[in-house]
Antibody, heavy 120, light 107 residues
């Protein structure tokens, strides 16, 4: 079965760029939309954006000016870059696949999540 | 963006109780409503898609109903392992949005 695993630094300095990678195993990255979702400590879930395996992207308007999501099909990976981070960007970051059937859409599976703390 | 409002925000119930969580969308989302369960320190787990479609392997005590703007999530007989936070999520339009969550505790 498909599994996702996030990787990247757990600590980022304010004003710098947060960079994470999600590695997809057990299946191909082709023909799906791949998503980043985050959850500040003790709070709810916020969708960041997605990348299609062709490279097409869509970002949450609330973060659009700071977000870039890209895909590397040769490595079965996709990545997140978030620029000019502040303490408000401290969160557990999840990668997730968008799955569908008969036109219905949902997020499954998810990675285990990785905590990124923004602090000097 | 479509706003998703869950109630209650927290809920305390006894083992064996019937538990109901509601989710209201700020506009018509048809049946594009999913329910997730999140246990502490874990990623969310999909339980129900398209409002009422129970995913494979999910116990039948979980169910969902509704359409348009009003949705209900039910646990027919609460079990100790159901202690978690539950989220609704709409996927009728981008960006997908989540409810604020309902934290379920054992009384």
């Amino acid at each position: 079965q498909v599994q996702l695993q996030e990787s990247g630094p757990g600590l980022v300095r304010p004003s710098e760029t947060l960079s994470l990678t999600c590695t997809v195993s057990g299946g191909s990255i082709s023909s799906y939309y791949w998503n980043w979702i985050r959850q500040p400590p003790g709070k709810g879930l916020e969708w960041i954006g997605y990348v299609y395996y062709t490279g097409t992207t869509y970002y949450n308007p609330s973060l659009k000016s700071r977000v870039t999501i890209s895909v590397d099909t040769s490595k079965n990976q996709f990545s997140l870059k978030l620029t000019s981070v502040t303490a408000a960007d401290t969160a557990v970051y999840y990668c997730a696949r968008e799955s569908s059937a008969n036109g219905w859409l949902w997020f499954d599976p998810w990675g285990q999540g990785t905590l990124v703390t923004v602090s000097s | 963006d479509i706003q998703m409002t869950q109630s209650p925000s927290s809920l305390s119930a006894s083992v064996g109780d019937r538990v109901t969580i509601t989710c209201q969308a700020s506009q018509d989302i048809s049946y594009y409503l999913n329910w997730y369960q999140q246990k502490p320190g874990k990623a969310p787990k999909l339980l129900i898609s398209d409002a009422s479609n129970l995913k494979t392997g999910v116990p039948s005590r979980f169910s969902g109903s509704g359409s348009g703007t009003d949705f209900i999530f039910t646990i027919s007989s609460l079990q100790p392992e159901d202690i978690a936070t539950y989220y609704c999520q709409q996927y009728n339009s981008l960006p997908p949005t989540f409810g604020q969550g309902t934290k379920l505790e054992i009384k």
